[in-house]
C-alpha cells in the first residue's frame, strides 16, 4: 500500500538554506521510491481559509517512507527546512483500490 509524507508548511521564508534543501531533496529520495505528487502547486480554495504551501511525496510503502525520513541523507538537509519554514509533517497510508466512504464504518 503505497505511503505518502505530507507537509503542510506555513510562513516559509525562501532564501539561501531553503534553495539549497530544494536542490538537495531529490537525490535523498532515490533510494526509497519516492516520488513528488504535489510541489509548489497553487490551490482552487474551495471552502474555508488555506494559506499554507503542500508537499505530498508518494513512496512504495510506509517502511519506505520511514526509511526515507530517518536516513542520514535526508536527516542531513532537514534542518534547511525547519529553520526557514512551520508547519506540519507526518506520514499516512492511502486506501486500497475500490475502496468506498462506508468501508471506515465497519
Request: glycine share 8%.
Amino acid at each position: 500500500m503505497p505511503t505518502l509524507a505530507i507537509a503542510v508548511l506555513k510562513y516559509v521564508e525562501m532564501g539561501d538554506e531553503l534553495v539549497q534543501y530544494i536542490n538537495r531533496i531529490d537525490e535523498t529520495l532515490l533510494p526509497f521510491g519516492g516520488r513528488f505528487l504535489v510541489h509548489g502547486e497553487t490551490a482552487e480554495l474551495l471552502e474555508g481559509n488555506w494559506n499554507s504551501d503542500l508537499v505530498i511525496i508518494q513512496f512504495p510503502d510506509r517502511e519506505h517512507a520511514r526509511g526515507w525520513y530517518t536516513s542520514d541523507a535526508y536527516q542531513a538537509i532537514l534542518k534547511l527546512r525547519t529553520r526557514n519554514s512551520d508547519g506540519d509533517a507526518f506520514l499516512i497510508d492511502t486506501v486500497a483500490d475500490g475502496h468506498r466512504a462506508t468501508d471506515i464504518l465497519l
